[in-house]
Nanobody
């Protein structure tokens, strides 16, 4: 069992930055794939960024490449999403997720989820 708690969301102007944090507890492992997803009002949950086992590799949705950076600190059981150059279309609830798949962008492949943190980008 893994528990995930997101923090760091808020209201920011377009072009601004936020850093989201995800604190993991329980039976955490560096072998867990960690992902960030977001869900805008009325839309499906979509993949944003992920970091693989041991933090060896990362991947990003095309919409956030060059703007967002995902990282993990296994010693602290934390995963982060640094979001720069934010756009109004980034507005969504952001969720931290964990799973045992090597790498996946599919929400259903993740076993553990946080409660989400709201990110609102004003134009």
């Amino acid at each position: 069992q893994v528990q995930l708690v997101e923090s760091g969301g808020g209201l920011v102007q377009a072009g601004g930055s936020l850093r989201l944090s995800c604190a993991a507890s329980g039976r955490t492992s560096s072998r867990l794939t960690m992902g960030w997803f977001r869900q805008a009002s009325g839309k499906e949950r979509e993949f944003v960024a992920g970091v693989s086992w041991f933090g060896a590799s990362t991947n990003y949705a095309d919409s956030v490449k060059g703007r967002f950076t995902v990282s993990r600190d296994n010693a602290k059981n934390m995963v982060y999403l640094q979001m720069n150059s934010l756009k109004p279309e980034d507005t969504a609830v952001y969720y931290c997720a964990a799973g045992f798949a090597v790498s996946t962008t599919v929400p259903g492949r993740y076993e553990y989820w946080g409660q989400g943190t709201q990110v609102t980008v004003s134009s």
